[in-house]
Nanobody
Framework: VQLQASGGGLVQAGDSLRLSCAAS????????MGWFRQAPGKEREFVAA????????YYADSVKGRFTISRDNAKNTVYLQMNSLKPEDTAVYYC??????????????????WGQGTQVTVSS
């Protein structure tokens, strides 16, 4: 599967952004989907994940209550709604797909496919 992330940009603290990740292929609904981010000089970190059906979602503590992950399997797209953005949310955001739908994971190495990333910059 090929993933294409979009929707990043430059915003002020407190603003909102919605990231999208469009997937190619007919098996999109067979994957757990995740969002990760990587700030300069830091390791890639887990942000959120969603089960293949969309019925279960998981969040990093740092974004819980502010970010919402969702998916539309008919459109082969996963979204990340980001509200109340903070300067520390500044990073390149990546979407990822995991073939093993029996569980989710926070570990980047457990994901099989990656998008190219989209830059989110939050100014104070």
């Amino acid at each position: 599967v090929q993933l294409q992330a979009s929707g990043g940009g430059l915003v002020q603290a407190g603003d909102s952004l919605r990231l999208s990740c469009a997937a190619s292929g007919r098996t999109f609904s067979s994957y757990v989907m995740g969002w990760f981010r990587q700030a300069p000089g830091k390791e890639r970190e887990f942000v959120a994940a969603i089960s293949w059906s969309g019925g279960n979602t998981y969040y990093a503590d740092s974004v819980k209550g502010r970010f919402t992950i969702s998916r539309d399997n008919a459109k082969n797209t996963v979204y990340l709604q980001m509200n109340s953005l903070k300067p520390e949310d500044t990073a390149v955001y990546y979407c990822a797909a995991r073939r093993d739908v029996s569980s989710w994971s926070e570990e980047p190495k457990k994901y099989d496919y990656w998008g190219q990333g989209t830059q989110v910059t939050v100014s104070s």
